[in-house]
């Protein structure tokens, strides 16, 4: 199965500057440096089917009721999002398998980073019940 991750809660639409470092006034080659801790290390996320009906929204509201779970539809694409930091990330060390890293982390780049950002999504549920609220009032049986 293939999985079709994102190490990036939101695309950036404009890549960003390097971050400046503070005490020598210059850009820092590896804004990694900089973000500690990692927050691209300290989740996952993976794209799942829009919601048809109410079974698909029952669904979620089953991954919502499990600890450090979240879903996000962004740029009408959905998301299950898991609060679960990577196990090869050191505070210190920093990633303890960068030569070897998966393709995922890979791809991530200064254009995907959220160091600085907050997260803006078209939805964003973070509790079942916030979810159950949403769908009594925005979602349709069929």
Request: overall charge negative; proline content about 5%.
């Amino acid at each position: 199965m293939p999985v079709r991750g994102h190490n990036s809660r939101k695309k950036k639409k404009k890549a960003k500057e390097p971050a400046e470092d503070k005490q020598a006034g210059k850009k820092l080659d590896n804004q990694c440096d900089d973000c500690i801790p990692a927050k691209c290390c300290m989740y996952f996320s993976v794209e799942i089917d829009e919601p048809e009906d109410m079974g698909d929204w029952n669904d979620m509201l089953w991954i919502l009721a499990h600890r450090d779970a979240e879903i996000y539809m962004d740029d009408d694409r959905w998301y299950v999002l898991v609060n679960n930091p990577c196990r090869f990330y050191d505070p210190v060390k920093k990633c303890l398998i960068y030569t070897r890293r998966p393709r995922i982390c890979l791809g991530h780049t200064w254009d995907d980073c959220e160091f600085r950002d907050d997260y803006n999504f078209d939805l964003h549920f973070h509790s079942y019940e916030e979810m159950e609220r949403y769908i009594r009032n925005n979602v349709e049986e069929k």
